[in-house]
């Protein structure tokens, strides 16, 4: 019999899900620590160092005490530990429904299928533009889903031009989400209709709801 493997845990919590097209379902979120990126508007710089060393036994135990079917794997960077990858298959065969949210800067090609890959590439004004793993979007299929975080027009206008040239709007459905207290969300509301572009925006329910409290 061998070992449970172990990650490096932020936190598991219970919440609403504030994004993706599973906005507004009661979810378990398991945030991992660690990130290799530095985005300028991370909203989570705690889970870079911070956490506890867990088995995977252990958290999904941690997991099926809360009772609630959906779970988001997030971080940091969840791709950044190798034991990412068992985590999703585990909590797959345990029977949830999964969803991981990643940078993109990461290979997703060895991820579960039975996952749904939120996949979040970077506009240049997050300042981690060129760490985009553009050979990610031949991993992706209807299942799953791109995010665009905007801070501005430039980071818009990049945006569209990647969903035109790239045809992502025909991969998997593609979200834009204005940066918090910089880009106005009906700004981003009308961009968006002038342009027709086929994409759902959306925005940070659970900070509508509770602010930026660690753990909601």
């Known amino acids: 019999m ?9 936190e598991v ?3 609403l899900q504030g994004e993706t097209s599973r906005a507004g379902l009661p979810t378990v979120f398991i945030r991992l620590s660690g990130c290799p990126l530095r985005c300028r508007w991370c909203d989570t710089p ?3 160092q911070a956490g506890e060393t867990v088995t995977l036994d252990s958290l999904l135990a941690r ?3 809360y009772g609630v079917p959906v779970v988001c794997v997030t971080g940091g960077e969840p791709l950044a530990q190798k ?11 345990a029977g949830y429904s999964v969803s991981l949210e990643t940078s993109g800067a ?8 039975q996952v749904s890959r939120i996949v979040d590439i970077k506009p240049p004004e997050s300042g981690e533009e060129a760490r985009n793993r553009w050979e990610n979007i031949a991993h992706l299929t209807p299942h799953d889903e791109i995010k665009f975080v905007l801070a501005n027009r430039a980071d818009y206008e990049w945006a569209r031009q990647r969903i035109l040239e790239r045809k992502l709007a025909q991969v998997c459905p593609v979200l834009f989400s204005p940066v918090q207290a910089e880009l106005p969300p009906a700004q981003l509301a009308e961009w968006i209709l002038a342009d027709k572009l086929p994409v759902r925006m ?6 509508l709801l509770w602010g930026n409290t660690p753990g909601k």
């Open 202 to 207: 959306q925005m940070q329910m659970h900070k």
């Open 2 to 10: 061998t070992d449970s493997p172990s990650l490096r845990l932020t």
């Open 46 to 48: 705690y889970s870079f």
């Open 106 to 113: 990461l290979d997703i090609g060895k991820v579960d299928p």
């Open 83 to 93: 034991n990412c990858l068992p985590l999703l298959t585990a909590l797959c065969d």
């Open 63 to 65: 997991v099926a005490g």
């Open 13 to 15: 919590f219970l919440s």
